[in-house]
């Protein structure tokens, strides 16, 4: 599912594959730009905004699209044979003597004046991953509503850019707290922290193949292994410990995983939805009001 460090890896491949280089095939499938001709222009640079994607085109033009739930660029060589669905999925192509990118399932794809990328991304709250990243701004954003589940309002880009449905999740069980409690009746110091572990994640999977969001330690533990004392620590403990070790392959707490035992209680995950987007949490580890 694409979020915010997802879509800056996607940024990062086609800023490769594009930027400095003319394009020699252009070809937007949506009504309204069907018509557009970029051919003969130099793609000048692709960037990330929160979940969105703007690649700016020589002439003072941009090209933003969205990839949503299940948006995709593919790039591909000249002789490569095209992956990433059928041919009537695709909505973009942009093309040059090395490569060709191919935009399939884009449910916002637009072209406009570089000088009016604020119709676009302009209502977006600090990005998580951008160079204007503001936790403060982010905190008082988030604060205007405290009435609001915390779930929604992390999902809300106006407050902070970047957090998908798998985020929220993960956020809120290592917050300890289910996504519908209200944002003004966290614990004191909790959205702060919330905050700041959000871009650390963020940051932390940007250059990942796959999301993690599981500590190191605990994807170290061997299954059915106690871990040994460490210089420090005395004797062992008389009894094994009874909680259920991590396994290694487990990247997500929560995400995914209903009806499977939590990594850390072994209590059941739940499933329901919030704001129509599937929403998981554990009952043991995670307070505060659930469906």
Known sequence: MPEGDTVLQTATRLHAALAGRVLTRSDLRVPRFATADLTGRTVLDVTARGKHLLTRIEGGLTLHSHLRMDGAWRVFAPDERWRGGPGHQ?????????????????????????????????????????????????????????????????????????????YKCELCFLARVTPWLPVGALPDGVLPRLVALAERLLHANRDRPTRTTTITSELRTPPNETPGPTRDAGPPPARPRTRPPVRVQERLYVYGRARRPCLRCGTPIRLADQDDRPTYWCPG??????P
């Not at 000088?115 to 988030?142: F, I, K, N, T």
């Open 90 to 166: 695709i909505r973009a192509i942009l093309g040059n003597a090395e490569h060709t990118a191919v935009g399939y399932r884009l449910p916002v794809l637009e072209l406009l004046r570089t000088s009016e990328e604020d119709r676009a991304v302009g209502h977006l709250g600090p990005d998580l991953l951008g160079p204007d990243w503001d936790p403060g701004l982010a905190l008082d954003r988030l604060l205007a509503a405290p009435d609001r589940p915390l779930g929604e309002a992390l999902l809300d880009q106006r407050n902070l850019a970047g957090i998908g449905n798998v």
């Open 285 to 290: 580890c995670q307070s505060g009001p659930t």
